[in-house]
T-cell receptor, first 112, second 110 residues
Framework: EAQVTQNPRYLITVTGKKLTVTCSQNMNHEYMSWYRQDPGLGLRQIYYSMNVEVTDKGDVPEGYKVSRKEKRNFPLILESPSPNQTSLYFC???????????FGPGTRLLVL | SQQGEEDPQALSIQEGENATMNCSYKTSINNLQWYRQNSGRGLVHLILIRSNEREKHSGRLRVTLDTSKKSSSLLITASRAADTASYFCATDTGRRALTFGSGTRLQVQP
């Protein structure tokens, strides 16, 4: 089944403890992106990647890192999480020829 | 800053009625897309309308785009209880980074 998967789906952590949220797609898509969703603010883009080894900042990149070493994977790294990074995170992907994006199921993160 | 703003924030209708949601945005766009989200789950793409198009249909969905007013509307006809969800407009200014509004929560009463 064609899909975008994220792990973990739920995570509770403490301030300063490094964590990684994985994102993987099996559709051979070139473009991948991370968003965060907060109440009343809709989705905001954190980072995106047009292809392997090509990443760029979105609207809210502070406090996050990404890497794109393989086409299928696009992990989101929080080196030192803070409570204001408590949010619902979505990974998305799309092929180079298509503007619509396919979203993963989301990762709900709570930073204490 | 948010590019798209949906209106209303919440909408409650009866099954069989039509639901209309509006979206306004601020800058020039390549296309505008509508997505649906069921209660904290991933977003699902519904329809895309390009900047040179004025209206588009897909099943029970009708989308209009007025680039002079920087606005779009999504009409769901003959709504069903299963249409209950949040609906988001997203604008694409050409760098693939979708900018989402805060969404309209639609409740369809059976």
């Amino acid at each position: 089944e064609a899909q975008v998967t994220q792990n973990p789906r739920y995570l509770i952590t403490v301030t300063g403890k490094k964590l990684t949220v994985t994102c993987s797609q099996n559709m051979n898509h070139e473009y991948m992106s991370w968003y965060r969703q907060d109440p009343g603010l809709g989705l905001r883009q954190i980072y995106y990647s047009m292809n392997v080894e090509v990443t760029d900042k979105g609207d809210v990149p502070e406090g996050y890192k990404v890497s794109r070493k393989e086409k299928r994977n696009f992990p989101l790294i929080l080196e030192s999480p803070s409570p204001n990074q408590t949010s619902l995170y979505f990974c998305a992907s799309s092929p180079w020829y298509q503007e619509t994006q396919y979203f993963g199921p989301g990762t709900r993160l709570l930073v204490l | 800053s948010q590019q798209g703003e949906e209106d209303p924030q919440a909408l409650s209708i009866q099954e069989g009625e039509n639901a209309t949601m509006n979206c306004s945005y601020k800058t020039s766009i390549n296309n505008l897309q509508w997505y649906r989200q069921n209660s904290g789950r991933g977003l699902v793409h519904l329809i895309l309308i390009r900047s040179n198009e004025r209206e588009k249909h897909s099943g029970r969905l009708r989308v209009t785009l007025d680039t002079s007013k920087k606005s779009s509307s999504l009409l769901i006809t003959a709504s069903r209880a299963a249409d209950t969800a949040s609906y988001f407009c997203a604008t694409d200014t050409g760098r693939r980074a979708l900018t989402f509004g805060s969404g309209t929560r639609l409740q369809v009463q059976p």
